[in-house]
């Protein structure tokens, strides 16, 4: 299992790193990003985990080297939100970050399962479609939009409400996209069922779909959520990777194309998004079905989703656009 992280000396890609690093089922890790890899590297090349790293710059033919033979290629690069910011505005920048690195994919490891973390993803996944789209070697079932830290915080916030010693094993499916309305927790389909007072739904609610903000807000000019983000992004690769060495039985929620994973279809239908967060059962050919817990939605969540539909289809006609009909340079 060859791991590449683009964007490995960033905020999130350094932890996220040191997970990949330390986790016993990567037998070679390689690190890419413009700045500082080779730094990165030879700091986590000391650890004694199982893990044969490299790193590379884009001199040299970086990008070929550090993407050829890749299983796996997980993406946080990009520029984060500063206060005051939306994710949509880091469209601008990021979107052209997305779709080079992609570019890459398509031609040097094109059969690789990719994880996109870069913002805003309700774009960005759909602008990886595009580009492995144009260059013929778009597999649905191997892209992902990394929606795995709403699921982290809805996991959290949750727990004063359920008594849990452990959070992380109440699961709480987050659907639909990743910004403010777009993403939709339903609390009603928890697993154990859990009561949340009515008077404290609308806060919690709130809490999951702009969790990211109290991080900038906190960080006060720094950043956005790194290290919570490298423990969920690392969580969603290791399950992918799990799945992919035949353990059978993993589903959880990410950002994917559904017209090309099965039982998609109808989701698509019903939500009117081609790209939607759906607990996906994951195997050895990556996303295997799509669970289709929108109809289950109660009325509450059936608002909250009318919102995240309206929202999210603007975002991905976007992302679509922007390979399509390239802005002028
Ligand atoms: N999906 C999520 O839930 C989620 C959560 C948190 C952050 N994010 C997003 O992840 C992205 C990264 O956040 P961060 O805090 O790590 O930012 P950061 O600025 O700390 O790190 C980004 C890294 O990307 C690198 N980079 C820039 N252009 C590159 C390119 N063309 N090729 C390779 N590397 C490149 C930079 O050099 C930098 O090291 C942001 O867009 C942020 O909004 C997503
Ligand atoms: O909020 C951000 O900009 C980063 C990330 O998407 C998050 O949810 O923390």
Redesign the pocket.
Known sequence: MKVVV????????QPLSLLMKACPLVDHLSL?????TPGVTADLSHISSVAKIEGFL?KDDGMKKAFTGADMVVI??????KPGMT?DD?FKI?AG?VR??IKGVAEFCPEAYVLV???P?NSTVPIAAEVLKGAGVFNPKKLF??????VVRAETFVQEYTGEKDPSKTVIPVIGG?SGETIVPLWSQAKPAVKIPEDKLDALTHRVQFG?DEVVKAKDGA????LS?AY?GFRFAEKVIKAVKGESGIVEPTFVYLPGVEGGDEIAKETGCEFFSVPVELGPEGAKKAHNIVSSANDYEKKLLKACYDGLGGNISKGIEFVKNPPPK
Do not use: E, F, K, Q
Not at 76 to 81: D, L, V
């Open positions: 683009a964007g490995a000396s960033g905020g999130i890609g890419y990003d413009v700045v500082n884009p946080p690069a990009g520029i984060p939100r994710r880091l990021n970050i080079d690195l973390i870069s913002n993803v939009g990394v929606t795995t830290l709403d990743h990211g950043g956005s959520a790194t983000m969920a």
